[in-house]
């Protein structure tokens, strides 16, 4: 597994490899914008230059994470076309950075039941990802709290609406646990890596969030915590990122960090230390 981490742009786009580099990550997670606002203001072409030959020197892989309040299922006219705009601004964006992937996570259905908004969902879906012409699109599964969208039955419905190559998903370790998905054993992972498949196919997983829990197992709640301090441990993750299902993907940090600044040197080598107890090297890019 090549592990990496969100990493903030602070105003200084360019430097984001450099710095992921300098903490030990191989892959790196950033927004484009402002995570919690509709304004959107693309990054120079200055910017859009080092942020590429950043990446290049470094062999960092990027990713790009979409603004937190798309909804693009919802019966709101105005949200969901602002959602819309937002997603193809940020698939646009990532095209010109040479990013991986976006991932985007899906709103909620506010109490209509899912089949209620696929329809609405996936166009809009798919008129974001018509603004990029490289980039994958990566909805990522969801904690199961209140009515919101994400869980492995959802995301499969969606690929396949879609029916796009572009189209593939993330998974993020404490949303699975707080959903209901017992990671922590090598059998609860079987069973994980079977539904997946079975419900959207194992090739379309292309990228990990890899966070602790600060809740339990069918909590419903999402709240990330640092490796091997929540609820699934260092023998959890040990059993994660050494599953054959899950073992050559990229895997990026979303933990607050041991100072609370963020994801940093000490949970990746936290991940890296399982790796190597496991007797493992990590394996080479999946192409």
């Known amino acids: 597994m090549r592990?990496?981490?969100h990493v903030t742009t602070g105003g200084a786009l360019a430097t984001v490899p450099y710095r992921a580099a300098e903490i030990g990550a191989e892959c790196?997670?950033?927004?484009?914008?402002n995570p919690r606002g509709w304004r959107f203001v693309p990054p120079s072409d200055e910017a859009i230059e080092g942020f590429r030959k950043g990446c290049a020197e470094t062999g960092v892989e990027p990713f790009v994470h979409c603004m937190y309040l798309v909804n693009y299922g919802t019966a709101d006219d105005t949200l969901r076309q602002r959602s819309i705009a937002a997603l193809a601004d940020t698939m646009r964006v990532a095209d010109e950075l040479g990013v991986t992937g976006v991932v985007t996570h899906?709103?909620?259905?506010?109490?209509?039941?899912?089949a209620s908004v696929l329809d609405r969902l996936c166009d809009g879906l798919s008129a974001g990802l018509a603004a990029s012409r490289h980039t994958l699109l990566l909805p990522e599964n969801s904690a199961g709290q209140g009515d919101t969208i994400g869980s492995i039955t959802e995301l499969g419905a969606i690929v396949h609406r879609l029916g796009d190559d572009r189209v593939g998903v993330c998974l993020d370790t404490a949303h699975l646990l707080a959903a209901g998905h017992e990671i922590r054993t090598r059998a609860g992972l079987d069973a994980l890596a079977a539904e997946f498949d079975a419900a959207i196919g194992l090739p379309r997983l292309r990228v990990l969030h890899?966070?602790?829990?600060?809740?339990?197992?069918?909590?419903r709640v999402d709240r990330h915590q640092n490796i091997g301090d929540g609820y699934i441990g260092a023998a959890g993750f040990a059993q994660f990122v050494n599953h054959p299902a899950f073992a050559d993907l990229p895997g990026l940090l979303e933990v607050p960090g041991l100072a609370g600044k963020g994801p940093d040197?000490?949970?990746?080598?936290?991940?890296?230390?399982?790796?190597?107890?496991?007797g493992q090297q990590p394996r080479p890019r999946r192409r």
């Open 28 to 33: 790196v997670q950033i927004f484009v914008g």
């Open 106 to 114: 899906l709103g909620s259905h506010k109490k209509t039941g899912f």
């Open 265 to 278: 040197a000490a949970n990746l080598e936290r991940l890296r230390a399982l790796v190597r107890r496991a």
């Open 3 to 5: 592990f990496g981490a």
């Open 210 to 219: 890899l966070n602790d829990s600060k809740t339990d197992l069918g909590s």
